[in-house]
């Protein structure tokens, strides 16, 4: 396995995780190199998009506070909250739950579903140093 073929199916595992596959496949990677590529990138992406969703939601708060703020001043009535991206987002959080768009990321993206994550829940559960062996999950905001 060379080094070039193996960060590009990486990096193609945690931006579209459909498509690295297909990727490992043109660098003539085995079954089990593969495998092993798109758990490591794909897990990687979901974390540090999840991570990183926090700061995200919190820049795009202030940005509509800031935003709402200026129409207001300007004497213009404020916009909706409830927007068509908002409705479809908790559209999907009363079919699927939780578990289902933890389970879409192959789909969705791995991008998009930590954010949608993030943004339907308040408080989300990390796994503990022993409960990666053992399940057992704490809950932080």
Same mark, same amino acid.
């Given at each position: 396995?060379?080094?070039?073929?193996? %960060?590009? &199916?990486?990096?193609? !595992?945690?931006? $579209?995780?459909?498509?690295?596959? =297909?990727?490992?496949? @043109?660098?003539?990677?085995?079954?089990?190199? +593969?495998?092993?590529?798109?758990?490591?990138?794909?897990?990687?992406?979901?974390?540090?998009?999840?991570?990183?969703?926090?700061?995200?939601?919190?820049?795009?708060?202030?940005?509509?506070?800031?935003? $709402? !703020?200026?129409?207001?001043?300007?004497?213009? =009535?404020?916009? !909706?909250?409830?927007?068509? +991206?908002?409705?479809? %987002?908790?559209?999907? $959080?009363?079919?699927? @739950?939780?578990? @289902?768009?933890? &389970?879409? =990321?192959? %789909?969705?993206?791995?991008?998009?579903?930590?954010?949608?994550?993030?943004?339907? !829940?308040?408080?989300?559960?990390? =796994?503990?140093?022993?409960?990666?062996?053992?399940? @057992?999950?704490?809950?932080?905001?």
């Amino acid at each position: 396995m060379n080094a070039v073929g193996a %960060i590009s &199916v990486l990096f193609m !595992s945690v931006i $579209k995780f459909m498509f690295a596959a =297909p990727v490992s496949y @043109g660098f003539n990677h085995s079954y089990l190199q +593969t495998m092993v590529l798109l758990a490591i990138g794909g897990s990687g992406g979901t974390l540090i998009f999840f991570l990183l969703g926090k700061r995200v939601m919190e820049w795009f708060r202030l940005r509509y506070v800031r935003k $709402k !703020s200026e129409r207001l001043a300007r004497g213009l =009535p404020a916009r !909706s909250v409830f927007t068509r +991206t908002n409705r479809w %987002i908790i559209r999907m $959080k009363r079919s699927y @739950g939780m578990f @289902g768009l933890a &389970v879409m =990321p192959p %789909i969705l993206s791995i991008p998009i579903a930590p954010f949608l994550l993030r943004s339907i !829940s308040s408080t989300m559960a990390y =796994p503990t140093r022993s409960g990666i062996r053992g399940g @057992g999950m704490v809950g932080r905001s």
